[in-house]
């Protein structure tokens, strides 16, 4: 029977977790239970069985995590885990009138790992099942619409009779971990005619979900609620729900009120709160289902913030930013001094780097906002992903918005310096493409009061057509311009010019002044991307006076950036040590301003 057949007149019941269920009752010694369709295929078998007898009329393979990246095994040996898992399941179910859901979840996608091979894994999983001859193909806690649909296509190109479930994962404020918000989801995959159900799974609890469920319009004939049993306490390295099957169950026939014909537990949940859900559901009455016809809070949209800086590079004209350095310490005097100075220069837009080097600063944002605060002029602090998992880079969003913030510069980052890497650990939970993404999807929710998102270029890749790869990827991830890294010779001019030609990017072609022959040495030695030519080098000498070389450090500038200017839509100018002075003369003997 189809699903969509048999929820016309009663709930379908799904099964709850497998994975933290495994773990109770072995108590902790195995870290995931798909390897145990062969190790240990009486335990798989029996827990299938449990929530069968506890009321459950849809359970779901043990073939969750089961992929090449999760279980670090090869695809042949990933291949015979999940052919296991498919016959463990149909054996659970031999005589009884359940479905068997094939399930398949998300693939933790490594920020060195392309798209195209995440998605030919991904193809090769749905292969196995169509090989097993399943009938219902689940795709659950995804985050990303753009690849469930492609996989939701290629299933029904090659199993066209198959029945596809997709459930994505959100947080208690309704947004998947790459921005993509509740509506949205229920929007467009309402829009795939291809799937038999659509909903949620995982991540927050009955309550929460219940939450979001009540703001939102959907299709009972295809809506899926499957929450956690509530949030874990870590306990001796283990992840330990609480026991709130009664709680659990009532709010899942709330959940069914509002119109939910499918619901199951997720992590947390077991047979026993599968079993109180079924008791629940036998005297349910179908009279009490709402309207889900929801009505649109009306909203009143605010005007957005004139963005000159936004408005002079859409409008071709040329451009001058200038990079800061937020403070080591406790006073940013000389941070408000240079900034006023760059004002009356009549700069276009301040930008902050992100701790450059893995070395401490401020933080960009804060000192972005303080600046903007006491200058008024337009700000560009740099994201750096090297340092904040998604929750504190979705905060920091939050808070530059908030704080009239409208440009930023995503970067991944550079490397924690190695004396430091035993006490400091990289986080690098997202690149710089996927987080250009994410801040691509909340753009689409804030109407026209959007963040202006630029990247970072290095014009001396060794490898230029993988440059212009990496730059269309973040074109088409929503960045609009690039600041590059610092350029001393025609070389690094010629491979702007390159990128610009093959792309189409507006680019701020990068300077950073010099003011010492010990200077340029550090930045050619010791600054990852910057390379000096030795006809620069030969500019200066030890004997200069501070004041000789600063002059000659505006000379090259001036010469750069004139032969730079036919080439980008404005120049980049990141200011040794906060000298704005030398800065100030630069641009004044440029007259681009």
Excluded: W
């Excluded at 350095?325 to 006073?331: L, S, T």
């Amino acid at each position: 029977m189809m699903i969509k057949e048999y929820i016309k007149e009663q709930v379908l019941l799904m099964d709850g977790a497998m994975g933290t269920y495994f773990a109770e009752l072995t108590q902790g010694h195995y870290t995931l239970s798909e390897p145990a369709n062969i190790s240990k295929p009486e335990l798989i078998l029996d827990i299938h069985k449990a929530y069968i007898e506890a009321g459950a009329k849809l359970i779901r393979t043990n073939t969750f995590a089961a992929n090449p990246y999760t279980l670090y095994r090869s695809i042949d040996e990933v291949k015979k885990i999940i052919m296991a898992g498919i016959d463990l399941a149909n054996e659970a179910v031999k005589g009884t009138d359940c479905y068997v859901a094939y399930s398949i979840g998300p693939i933790g996608e490594p920020y060195d790992i392309e798209d195209y091979e995440i998605e030919s894994t991904y193809r090769k999983l749905i292969d196995i099942g169509l090989l097993k001859n399943v009938k219902i193909i689940l795709l659950e806690t995804f985050s990303r619409i753009d690849q469930v649909n492609q996989l939701v296509e290629y299933i029904h190109e090659h199993g066209p009779n198959i029945q596809i479930m997709t459930n994505f994962t959100v947080n208690q404020h309704g947004y998947t971990k790459v921005g993509v918000n509740k509506e949205k989801i229920i929007q467009q995959t309402r829009q795939q005619d291809l799937v038999a159900t659509y909903g949620f799974n995982c991540g927050i609890g009955a309550s929460h979900l219940l939450s979001l469920i009540k703001t939102l319009d959907f299709d009972p004939s295809k809506m899926v609620a499957v929450p956690n049993a509530g949030y874990p306490d870590q306990q001796l390295e283990r992840m330990v729900y609480q026991s709130n099957a009664d709680y659990f169950a009532d709010t899942m026939i709330k959940i069914c009120e509002e119109g939910v014909r499918i619901i199951g537990g997720c992590c947390g949940t077991t047979p026993d709160h599968i079993k109180k859900i079924r008791e629940r559901l036998n005297t349910f009455d179908f009279s009490e289902v709402k309207s889900i016809t929801r009505m649109k809070r009306k909203s009143h949209p605010l005007k957005p913030l004139h963005n000159a800086f936004r408005e002079k590079l859409e409008k071709n004209e040329f451009v001058v930013a200038v990079e800061l350095d937020p403070p080591f310490k406790m006073d940013m005097s000389q941070v408000v001094s240079s900034a006023h100075l760059l004002k009356e220069v009549g700069v276009d837009i301040i930008t902050f780097a992100d701790s450059p080097l893995g070395r401490t600063r401020a933080d960009a944002l804060l000192i972005a906002a303080k600046i903007k605060q006491l200058t008024g002029m337009e700000v560009l602090p740099h994201v750096c992903l090297r340092d904040k998992n998604l929750i504190a880079l979705r905060g920091g969003l939050v808070g530059a918005h908030l704080s009239d913030i409208r440009n930023i510069l995503i970067v991944t980052g550079d490397p924690i310096p190695s004396d430091d890497r035993d006490e400091v650990k990289s986080v690098f939970n997202m690149n710089a493409i996927s987080f250009m993404q994410y801040v691509t999807e909340i753009n689409s929710e804030l109407d026209k009061d959007t963040f202006y998102i630029g990247g970072a270029l290095n014009p001396y890749s060794q490898n230029m057509d993988v440059t212009i790869e990496r730059v269309m990827k973040k074109k088409e991830a929503g960045a609009s311009y690039l600041l590059t890294q610092p350029v001393y010779n025609d070389a690094g001019i010629e491979a702007i010019r390159k990128v610009k030609d093959k792309t189409g990017m507006k680019i701020l072609g990068g300077i950073m002044p010099l003011v010492s022959l010990r200077n340029a040495r550090f930045l050619h030695y010791e600054f990852p991307g910057i390379i000096i030519p030795d006809d620069v080098m030969a500019r200066f000498d030890d004997q200069m006076t501070k004041e000789e070389a600063e002059k000659v450090g505006v000379e090259i500038a001036v010469a750069l950036a004139q032969k730079m200017k036919p080439y980008v839509d404005g120049l980049y100018f990141m200011t040794p040590f906060n000298r704005a002075t030398m800065i100030e003369k630069i641009i004044k003997k440029l007259d681009v301003l």
